[in-house]
């Protein structure tokens, strides 16, 4: 069946929330056809805590299967803007080494937690002190660092996020779209859309209600997905478009997000095959 929407937009994925098992990740996507995945977690260690060598084993197992890596779906920039910098530069000095061997050059990233109730704009100086600080070593690497809007951060609002991009957008800054966090932030993702359009490299397939904030499968919240997806088709956008259920409860939710509420359901598998199917419905 041909795509009716984006078919140079290879679809990739968060493999981990189908298990933490790598090889019952590979399974399920060599079932369903898909052949890439965004790389955050497997067999119980982040990609922030994988060895040269677990790399370099992970990186065979999935080439023996004919899956590649999109992106390092990377926890950098999801700590407070009060924490000590150092230690979390350092953690993604040594994750953007094994980029070769993961055979990607592009990162997933975030601008920081804000203290809650504080003045966010009081804190731009310092995101942005450390934000030119990851985006110069990623430049001295030939890296691509993508910023995901998300909930708490600097740049959870597209007003925010269109100031980061306004400051660094370049060959190694650019800029992930997630639907459902911009929902969950109460951001009308049209309005984010028209504001980020020029920047958006990359998109997380996953959608959420106004109402509650809950996530849902893509068409089904107010996250505009099908609206949004026709818009980049109509500009010739070939990014991978990685779905991100968020519909079960799986190993490191809770790392995640800073309030992470159980979804209340554990069928990882079926839960990603449910949100596959509703992105399919969306693309052909």
């Known amino acids: 069946m041909e795509r009716k929407l984006l078919h140079n937009s290879p679809i990739s994925c968060f493999a981990d929330e189908i298990d933490s098992s790598v090889d019952k990740q590979i399974a399920l996507l060599k079932e369903l056809g898909i052949s890439w ?26 080439d023996g299967a004919g899956i590649r890596i999109s992106a390092l779906g ?24 094994l980029t070769e061997i993961y055979g990607t050059d592009k990162i997933r990233m975030f601008s920081f937690f804000m203290p809650e109730g504080a003045d966010v704009s009081s804190y731009r100086d310092e995101v942005m002190k450390r934000m030119s600080r990851l985006v110069d070593y990623a430049a001295s690497k030939n890296l691509v660092l993508l910023h995901e809007n998300e909930k708490d951060i600097y ?58 904030g809950s996530v849902v499968p893509a068409g089904e919240g107010d996250g505009q997905v099908a609206e949004i997806l026709g818009r980049l088709e109509k500009k010739g956008f070939d990014g991978f478009l990685s779905l991100e259920p968020h519909l079960a409860d799986f190993a490191g939710l809770k790392n995640l997000e800073k309030s992470a509420a159980s979804r209340g359901r554990t069928d990882g598998e079926e839960a990603f095959c449910t949100a596959y199917r509703a992105l399919q419905k969306i693309l052909y």
């Open 37 to 62: 995945i965004e790389f955050r977690s497997g067999d119980g260690k982040g990609v922030a805590d994988y060895t040269a060598k677990e790399a370099q084993a992970l990186r065979e197992k999935l």
């Open 74 to 97: 990377s926890p950098i920039g999801k700590i407070d803007i009060t924490q000590d910098f150092e230690p979390h530069f350092k953690t993604f000095q040594a994750m953007a080494e």
């Open 155 to 212: 740049g959870d609002l597209a007003p925010r996020c269109l100031d980061l991009m306004k400051e660094f957008y370049g060959s190694s800054f650019r800029c992930t779209f997630d639907f459902a966090n911009f929902v969950q932030c109460g951001q009308d993702t049209l309005e984010a859309y028209e504001m980020l359009e020029p920047y958006i490299s990359y998109v997380h397939i996953k959608d959420a209600l106004f109402e509650n």
